[in-house]
């Protein structure tokens, strides 16, 4: 089945550490974003990355950094510099930058700092 | 003012009923239009696109207003399973072809 997978679904991180949340796409999609939403929020875009080996800063992206070598993966890394992480984390993928192309989503991280 | 603004609900609706709630979008450069769903502690799932004056897809009609820069959804006979938040996004070309998220509108049905 095609689709977008994220992992792991639920993390705990203690003050002062990175971690890494994955993502991985079979949808042979160009684009992949990710967002994070707080509770009663709406989705705020951290990164995103239209191409292989470039990506641009979305609105919130301090304390945050990404890669994207493959086509498929956009693995997101939380630093220690992110004050207030703890929230659910969202990853996204577009078949191209067309105006009319829709988003897709995999189901998301929780990120908890203890 | 936001660049997608919604009315965060809840919107309480009887189970059977017809509901409809807006969406305003402040950029009125914005081309495509997606109403999301999204459930409890899960991700987005696209609903529809709207596209030129709207479209219907069953019991979900979307309309655009272009001149008044909103776009609505309305759930007709609407069920149980319809509860959920419903997310608003504009998708605008001087936005680097980011989608613009709404808050979403929370739906409750009620038996």
């Known amino acids: 089945d095609g689709g977008i997978t994220q992992s792991p679904k639920y993390l705990f991180r203690k003050e002062g550490q990175n971690v890494t949340l994955s993502c991985e796409q079979n949808?042979?999609?160009?684009?992949m974003y990710w967002y994070r939403q707080d509770p009663g929020q709406g989705l705020r875009l951290i990164y995103y990355?239209?191409?292989?080996?470039?990506?641009q800063k979305g609105d919130i992206a301090e304390g945050y950094s990404v890669s994207r070598e493959k086509k498929e993966s956009f693995p997101l890394t939380v630093t220690s510099a992110q004050k207030n992480p703890t929230a659910f984390y969202l990853c996204?993928?577009?078949?191209?930058?067309?105006?009319?192309?829709?988003?897709?989503f995999g189901p998301g991280t929780r990120l908890t700092v203890l | 003012r936001k660049e997608v603004e919604q009315d965060p609900g809840p919107f309480n609706v009887p189970e059977g009923a017809t509901v409809a709630f807006n969406c305003t979008y402040s950029?009125?450069?914005?081309?495509?239009f997606f109403w999301y769903r999204q459930d409890c502690r899960k991700e987005p799932k696209l609903l529809m696109s709207?596209?030129?004056?709207?479209n219907e897809d069953g019991r979900f009609t979307a309309q655009l207003n272009r001149a008044s820069q909103y776009i609505s959804l309305l759930i007709r006979d609407s069920k149980l399973s319809d509860s959920a938040t419903y997310l608003c996004?504009?998708?605008?070309?001087?936005?680097?072809?980011?989608?613009?998220w709404g808050a979403g509108t929370k739906l409750i049905i009620k038996p």
């Open positions: 950029n009125s450069a914005s081309q495509s």
């Open positions: 990355s239209q191409i292989v080996n470039d990506f």
């Open positions: 709207v596209y030129s004056s709207g």
């Open positions: 949808l042979n999609h160009d684009a």
């Open positions: 996204a993928s577009r078949r191209g930058i067309s105006l009319y192309n829709e988003q897709f």
């Open positions: 996004v504009v998708n605008a070309r001087d936005s680097n072809y980011q989608l613009i």
